[in-house]
T-cell receptor, first 112, second 113 residues
């Protein structure tokens, strides 16, 4: 079993829809949960990070963590074509200078 | 945000040759850098942790004699793929952290013919 599981998609939704991306994990030591966005042939860029359980909102993006279920989500409201990318969840025990464990990434396409 | 660069962005080489990839932190010092590898439609897999002034720490299953890492300064880490083979063709990405957030380089696409 992989430490982090993520549905690879692909996922296609119409512009303006709400997008839900999810990951599950098995390592209960993970404390920090991150969502990265990666465009084709580019390095990942951090969208949001959350510590422990709870919600965090940043503009159209909301990250949720449920440590009891070992389940994390990223919601994108009012999706735009520019949101089309691969979204990767990542986790670590500590934040900052520590290795990250990534999900496989979900390829998202927003259809105008 | 902080900037991490990689060079080259793309390299094509013949089987059996060695290829060096550079990772630089442009506006901060990094005592630790991370090297990841990403195969098509797969996730980033950590290969090794590069430590300035000391030996790198390799993940299980990664051959340290094949993937040589040198972190000679606080702003530069290099990854050398020795005697490259077609199965080494992949997207290699480094990351570094000035404090909390990790910043990723743009990646190097290696194609071994």
């Amino acid at each position: 079993q992989k430490e982090v599981e993520q549905d690879p998609g692909p996922l296609s939704v119409p512009e303006g829809a709400i997008v839900s991306l999810n990951c599950t994990y098995s390592n209960s030591a993970f404390q920090y949960f991150m969502w990265y966005r990666q465009y084709s042939r580019k390095g990942p860029e951090l969208l949001m990070y959350t510590y422990s359980s709870g919600n965090k909102e940043d503009g159209r993006f909301t990250a949720q963590v449920d440590k009891s279920s070992k389940y994390i989500s990223l919601f994108i409201r009012d999706s735009q074509p520019s949101d089309s990318a691969t979204y990767l969840c990542a986790m670590s025990v500590n934040f900052g200078n520590e290795k990250l464990t990534f999900g496989t990434g979900t390829r998202l396409t927003i259809i105008p | 945000g902080a900037v991490v660069s990689q060079h080259p962005s793309r390299v094509i080489c013949k089987s059996g040759t060695s290829v060096k990839i550079e990772c630089r932190s442009l506006d901060f010092q990094a005592t630790t850098m991370f090297w990841y590898r990403q195969f098509p439609k797969q996730s980033l897999m950590l290969m090794a942790t590069s430590n300035e002034g000391s030996k790198a720490t390799y993940e299980q299953g990664v051959e340290k004699d094949k993937f040589l890492i040198n972190h000679a300064s606080l702003t530069l880490s290099t990854l050398t793929v020795t005697s490259a083979h077609p199965e080494d063709s992949s997207f290699y990405i480094c990351s570094a952290s000035p404090s909390n957030e990790q910043f990723f380089g743009p990646g190097t696409r290696l194609t071994v013919l």
